[in-house]
């Protein structure tokens, strides 16, 4: 099935670039008509609008926006995205599974995930699997307040994937990779120009990793596939239209993570490869989307895009849960087997107009739109009897750590329906930027939006909706000032609004979180614009935020709502020094205080301080060196586990064999530290020290 999965997607987007290209030879146009070919120029000079709609350069942007771009992820080998924003400033992955993990900012999850700047916001935060990285150009992070972008959000931030396009030439790399625990990996991107003229061009990435783990008996197996082909429509339009298909299996993956605290409150130390998962578990993922985007240029200064987005999504598990209090000689836990079919759709349409129009003698931006997204999640469960709420036997478990065949697999029960839900949210949106001055611009916008949910949360207490719709009007402010022709001041402000699917004590779905977010900051750049450094003083106020309160007889967990204030400081310098290394240094502190004032979430490190850097050796330009290092501050949680301050640290180093040719060296974990990550929702160790060498060659 994984083959004809992959064999079917491959297909098709050949057929797709094959078709493009047959159809523009029979009908090239005259080399007169180059002219007003307009798709060229849009893949020379692509810009982002992830975080405000338009398109602002990172200096003008009044929030502080982080980038990885291709080379970064490339050269430090971070083939997988949630390694990658372990890199990024002021973010915190929580890898608290094998095969699930959040991030969070400025002390609160980030539930907003974005492709090419359009996403739906994920009111659990949770992110199942890891997306390639070899199918981005860049990944965007953007902190703050991202009511602009959706409507609704809170005041952590947004994730942008921005996927790669066809380019104006031909050609393309092939890399292989092998590495510690066994790992393989093959990886092509080509693109070809398709027509004379050069009005169409299209683009496939294929991906194959295949790898075990640190991690007792873990192994995992991806493949994605992804074709892409853009073209001109007649004089002023562009069309661009997108396949990807991903299969993703693991192998023994843990669900839930290691118990490391025992009955009496001592903690305990493990060998890093322990892992509560029986072999005969797995966590198998597929999905298969598709985007078409249509954009049309009605003059110089105006533009009216159309853009689809359709996304299936499938996993299929069987799990295994340790939990209990462990006793002096590490026995005690029980377990818990789980089976589980889950389909995922997804869709999101989008409509608007954007452009320049002239007033009071100057030039301001504006962008007008609407938007529909949706969701609908459906989970059956095999359990005894077709009954969901049935409590499995929990066989004892031996001491800790114990082997992948500690428990027998069990006799399943029915396949029954036991969760599905569904969430719509449209908006109509409007966002512009006008010049007051010449020094001094203001970015205003507003959504006004409606949400609407029902049937049951996918990860909460299946709790009853109070209120099933939500309409709501969520503005947004934004101000910048150049100081001088390289320093800017800024400030934003933004509400907050986010549905929950937390439920409390008595089953019902939480209020929504309703807040302001407030930031300040300068902007400055350097050494002729080749670096850029931002300062930001931020603060965050979220009324009724969902916090854990405990656990049901039934096994449900259930939360209350809490105020919650954020505030702190980021510092971040970013670019090129002159022609020599590239640099990104990025340091946040953060307070987080409960209704109470005391510190709550302690989990959240109140500490991180991000440093990459890299280039080519004086003297040796063929050598290309690298080092990136993250440092976070002591974290714990009550009941749960402390993992004091530490950092970790990775390099790479390449060697260019020839003018086509790249050898390069990864280590991660340099000085091989154990250490504790995942701590929100349980503990796992991070991974010890590993290495991988690449082979990479232009085609």
Known sequence: MKNKFLLRTCALAAATLAAQSHAQGQAAAPTERIESVVVT??????????????????????????????????????????????????????????????????????????????????????????????????????????????????????????RKRPTNTDGGEVELTFGSWNKKRVALDYNKVLSSDGAWAGRLIVAREDKDSYLRDLKDQRTTAYGVVDGQIGDNGVLTMGLTAIDSQQDSPMWGSLTLLRADGTQIDLPSGTSTAQNWTYWNTKSFSGFVEYAHRLSADWEAKATYNQRHGKESTKLFYAFGALQPDNTGLVGWPYRSETDTDHQVLDVNLSGQFSAFGRKHQLLLGMNRSSEEVATDTYVANGDCSATPAMPALPALPYGGDAIPEPAWGTRTACVSG???????????????????????????????????????????????????????????????????????????????????????????????????????????????????????????????????????????????????????????????????????????????????????????????????????????????????????????????????????????????????????????????????????????RNYGVSLNYKL
């Open 422 to 688: 569904e969430q719509t949210l449209t908006r109509l949106y409007v966002a512009s930027r006008f010049e007051l001055t010449d020094s001094l611009k203001a970015i205003a916008g507003v959504n006004a939006m409606r949400h609407v949910r029902g049937g049951q949360s996918r990860y909460g207490s299946g709790g009853q909706l109070l209120d099933p719709k939500t309409e709501k009007l969520s503005p947004y402010l934004g101000m910048t000032y150049d100081i001088t022709p390289d320093l800017l001041g800024y400030v934003s402000y933004s509400d907050i609004f986010q549905p929950q699917e937390q439920g409390d004590a008595a089953g019902y779905l939480l209020a929504p979180v309703k807040g302001i977010n407030t930031e300040v900051g300068l902007k400055a750049e350097w050494l002729n614009k080749s670096l850029l450094t931002t300062f930001a003083l931020f603060t965050a106020k979220q009324q009724g935020l969902a916090t854990y309160g405990g656990m049901t007889n039934s096994g449900q967990y259930w939360y209350v709502p809490m105020d919650v204030k954020s505030k702190g400081l980021e510092v971040e310098a970013s670019g090129r020094l002159g022609q020599g290394a590239k640099l990104t240094v990025g340091y946040t502190r953060l307070l987080l205080t409960g209704p109470d004032g005391k510190d709550i979430y302690e989990w959240v490190p109140r500490n991180t301080l991000n440093f990459r850097v890299d280039g080519r050796v004086p003297g040796l330009d063929a050598l290309h060196l690298g080092l990136a290092a993250r440092w976070q501050s002591e974290v714990y949680k009550v009941g749960s586990v402390r993992q004091p301050a530490y950092a970790t640290a990775q390099a790479f180093a390449a060697y260019d064999l020839s003018d086509k040719a790249t050898l390069r060296l990864n280590v991660s974990n340099l000085f091989d530290k154990k250490a504790i990550g995942g701590i929100a929702y349980g503990a796992i160790y991070i991974p010890p």
């Open 41 to 162: 120029g849009k893949r020379a000079n692509r810009t982002s609008k992830g975080a405000t709609g338009l398109a602002l350069a990172l200096k003008d942007t009044p929030q502080t926006i982080s980038t990885l771009d291709k080379d970064d992820i490339a050269n430090f080998g971070l083939n997988g995205s949630n390694e990658a924003l372990g890199l990024a400033t002021g973010i915190n992955v929580e890898q608290y599974e094998t095969n699930r993990a959040t991030f969070n900012a400025r002390g609160f999850e980030i539930q907003l995930t974005q492709l090419d700047g359009l996403g739906m916001t994920n009111s659990w935060g949770t992110v199942v699997g890891r997306e390639d990285t070899f199918l981005f150009e860049k990944i965007e992070l953007i902190r703050g307040a991202n009511g602009l972008l959706t409507g609704v959000g809170n005041s952590s931030g947004t994730i942008n994937y921005v």
